[in-house]
């Protein structure tokens, strides 16, 4: 079987200023927009209500992976879970940790 290519994504990303992006994605026509919220815009040394607070590509991103892991795990989850609802409360992004204490050299 010949390798081919199947399918190009056409997605369009527009920068509009600092951390706001515009996004038209293929079959959906409609344009929506990603930026920071106040937790992220922190993290990047923005400050928090400078810019229009949108979900983040990373918000997207998470979502776009959960509704595929529910999809494929779906069958196997509705067996342990009686709620249908899936949440991510893990902290996506952190700051490294302080490096420990050297020890002066001895002369």
Do not use: C, W
């Given at each position: 079987?010949?390798?081919?290519?199947?399918?190009?994504?056409?997605v369009h990303v527009?920068?509009?200023?600092?951390?706001?992006?515009?996004?038209?994605?293929?079959?959906?026509?409609?344009?929506?927009?990603?930026?920071?919220?106040?937790?992220?815009?922190?993290?990047?040394?923005?400050?928090?209500?400078?810019?229009?607070?949108?979900?983040?590509?990373?918000?997207?991103?998470?979502?776009?992976?959960?509704?595929?892991?529910?999809?494929?795990?779906?069958?196997?989850?509705?067996?342990?879970?009686?709620?249908?609802?899936?949440?991510?409360?893990?902290?996506?992004?952190?700051?490294?940790?302080?490096p420990p204490p050297?020890?002066?050299?001895?002369?």
């Amino acid at each position: 079987m010949p390798d081919q290519v199947v399918y190009v994504s056409k997605v369009h990303v527009e920068r509009i200023r600092g951390p706001l992006r515009r996004i038209t994605l293929p079959v959906e026509g409609e344009n929506f927009f990603v930026s920071t919220h106040d937790e992220i815009a922190t993290y990047y040394g923005h400050k928090a209500g400078a810019h229009p607070a949108h979900s983040t590509t990373l918000d997207y991103l998470v979502a776009a992976t959960a509704g595929r892991l529910t999809g494929t795990l779906g069958g196997a989850l509705e067996g342990a879970i009686s709620q249908r609802v899936y949440r991510s409360d893990l902290p996506l992004i952190s700051r490294p940790a302080a490096p420990p204490p050297t020890e002066p050299s001895a002369p």
